[in-house]
């Protein structure tokens, strides 16, 4: 079950700032997308580092609100691409940008 944009926001950030896996703490040393297949764009098309990459990712209720929670945390600082509506991509993720990734 798809979880609700305020609630996707309070994870992500206290991920960010509670992981001990996550070097970075500033929102801007991260990207958050929306998708339909959040595996593929993480470690595919992203080149997150599954085992030791600090990533995550998360269902919401709708498209409109996995783009909610885009909006709100690129106004945060975290960066994005401009991303269209599309009712298939329901998951949004983040990952913190290092060398070997490709926002």
Same mark, same amino acid.
């Given at each position: 079950? *798809?979880?609700?944009?305020? @609630?996707?926001?309070?994870?992500?950030?206290?991920?960010?700032?509670? @992981?001990?896996?996550?070097? *970075? /703490?500033?929102?801007n040393n991260?990207?958050?997308?929306?998708?339909?297949? $959040?595996? /593929?764009? !993480?470690?595919?098309?992203? *080149? &997150?580092?599954?085992?030791? *990459?600090?990533?995550?990712?998360?269902?919401?209720? @709708?498209?409109?609100?996995?783009?909610? &929670?885009?909006?709100?945390?690129?106004?945060? @600082?975290?960066?994005?691409?401009?991303? $269209? !509506?599309?009712?298939?991509?329901?998951?949004?993720?983040?990952?913190?940008?290092?060398?070997n990734t490709?926002p």
């Amino acid at each position: 079950m *798809g979880k609700t944009a305020q @609630s996707i926001v309070r994870e992500i950030v206290d991920f960010i700032l509670n @992981s001990k896996d996550c070097e *970075g /703490k500033y929102f801007n040393n991260y990207f958050i997308g929306t998708t339909h297949d $959040p595996e /593929k764009m !993480l470690f595919i098309y992203h *080149g &997150v580092d599954k085992k030791s *990459g600090c990533w995550i990712y998360k269902k919401a209720t @709708s498209a409109g609100q996995a783009l909610e &929670v885009m909006r709100l945390l690129t106004n945060a @600082s975290m960066q994005s691409e401009n991303q $269209p !509506l599309d009712d298939k991509n329901i998951f949004v993720y983040c990952y913190l940008i290092t060398n070997n990734t490709k926002p």
